[in-house]
Structures are given as structure tokens and as C-alpha cells.
């Protein structure tokens, strides 16, 4: 089914150990971008990738990373996770002609 | 409403009403504005976008208003369904460098819709 796609859709992890979440988008979109969803903080962008190869940090970097070797693919890792990384991440992709942000279903990652 | 930086405001109406979902936002420089529905357990929708060289833009049962002196955002949802229930945010455009564009949000209104 085309569209973006996110994996797993929920994962607990042990405070410390690294976990890498996954997003694939089929529509061939410059932009990707990984967001986290906080009550009383809606969403936050973490990086964004304006191409393959190029990445940036968002507002709340520290503590992820990522990579963008294809143009499908904006896996985001944790590499040491913590509690408060619990949250629910959402990958979204766009154009590059277009503002209009089209978003995974997210993934509901809880650190124990 | 919503506005940045409080908790997440409800809205409750009856189902076949309208209802009005209003916004301020932040940047009187951006020049693009949508208006996105996350239902329970999904990812954000979109909805309708507007330019800031418009005051207003029709979709399907949807309406929005921009007025730009006051920075206000609103959203019109004619006769309410079941099916509206979400949570709503507005977005704004925000230049993040390095060539990219990218979105800011609100912190988003629950649309609550009473049988």
C-alpha cells in the first residue's frame, strides 16, 4: 500500500538500551521529517532531511540520531534510551514544492 | 481555541451543529496555514490549507478563516459528525535553513461531538 509507513507501531525498551525506529515513504518526497507528541507539548520536530544524505536537527535533538542513506528511508535512533523519551513518534514526508506534510501513523515507544 | 503554550482546550457540541475551532498564531511572516485532524491512536490529517493572500477558503463541510491584523486562525466544521471527533491543530510555515521548509504547531482543540 503506498504511503508512509512506520514500524514497529509500539515498542517498550529498557532504560539504556538503543532502539531505532523505522519510517518508509513510496511517494519519493524530498522532505522527511520525525516528530514527537507530548501532552502539553504537541508535537516537536526532532530532525528533518530536506534530501538523502542531508540531515538537520529540530527542536529537541539531543539524544537521537539519524541517517538518510535512501530517499524512501529516515530511520530515527535513540542510542541510549531514557524515560523521557517515552512519547509517540511520527515520521511525516512532503514535496519540495509544497508545505503540506503527510504523516506515518506513529510509533508508541515507552522506556522502562 | 488554542494558542501555544496551554493545555489542550475542548470543544463539546451537539452533533448537526456547527462548530468553530479558532487559533492564534505566532509569525506575522508566515504566508501558509493548514489545519490537520489526529484521531485517537492515528497520525495528523490533512485537512484544508490558505495562503496568506486569502481571508478565507471552502472545502468539503469545511471553512477557513484568516485574519492576518490579529493573527487568528479559525476553522468552521459544518453539521458535526460522529466522525469529527479528533483532536485538531493548526500548523504555520517556518523556514528551518538549510533549504528546508517545515511546519510549526499549535497544541491542538479536542472536538468532542454529543449525540
Known amino acids: 500500500d503506498a504511503g508512509i509507513t512506520q514500524s514497529p507501531r509500539y515498542k517498550i525498551t529498557e532504560t539504556g538500551r538503543q532502539v531505532t525506529l523505522m519510517c518508509h515513504q513510496t511517494?519519493?518526497?524530498?522532505?522527511m521529517f520525525w516528530y514527537r507528541q507530548d501532552l502539553g507539548h504537541g508535537l516537536r520536530l526532532i530532525y528533518y532531511?530536506?534530501?538523502?544524505?542531508?540531515?538537520d536537527k529540530g527542536e529537541v535533538p539531543d539524544g537521537y540520531v539519524v541517517s538518510r542513506s535512501k530517499t524512501e528511508n529516515f530511520p530515527l535512533t535513540l542510542e541510549s534510551a531514557t524515560r523521557s523519551q517515552t512519547s509517540v513518534y511520527f515520521c511525516?514526508?512532503?514535496?519540495?514544492?509544497?508545505?503540506?506534510?503527510?504523516f506515518g501513523p506513529g510509533t508508541r515507544l515507552t522506556v522502562t | 481555541g488554542e494558542s501555544v503554550g496551554l493545555h489542550l482546550p475542548t470543544l463539546s457540541v451537539q452533533e448537526g451543529d456547527n462548530s468553530i475551532i479558532n487559533c492564534a498564531y505566532s509569525?506575522?511572516?508566515?504566508?501558509?496555514f493548514i489545519w490537520y485532524k489526529q484521531e485517537s491512536g492515528k497520525g495528523p490529517q490533512f485537512i484544508i490549507d490558505i495562503r496568506s493572500n486569502m481571508d478565507k477558503r471552502q472545502g468539503q463541510r469545511v471553512t477557513v478563516l484568516l485574519n492576518k491584523t490579529v493573527k487568528h486562525l479559525s476553522l468552521q466544521i459544518a453539521a458535526t459528525q460522529p466522525g469529527d471527533s479528533a483532536v485538531y491543530f493548526c500548523?504555520?510555515?517556518?523556514?528551518?535553513?538549510?533549504?528546508?521548509?517545515?511546519?510549526?504547531f499549535g497544541k491542538g482543540t479536542h472536538l468532542i461531538i454529543q449525540p
Open positions: 509569525n506575522s511572516a508566515s504566508d501558509y
Open positions: 511525516a514526508s512532503s514535496g519540495a514544492a509544497t508545505y503540506e506534510q503527510y
Open positions: 511517494w519519493s518526497h524530498s522532505y
Open positions: 532531511s530536506a534530501a538523502a544524505d542531508i540531515t
Open positions: 500548523a504555520e510555515n517556518i523556514w528551518l535553513g538549510g533549504g528546508a521548509d517545515g511546519l510549526t
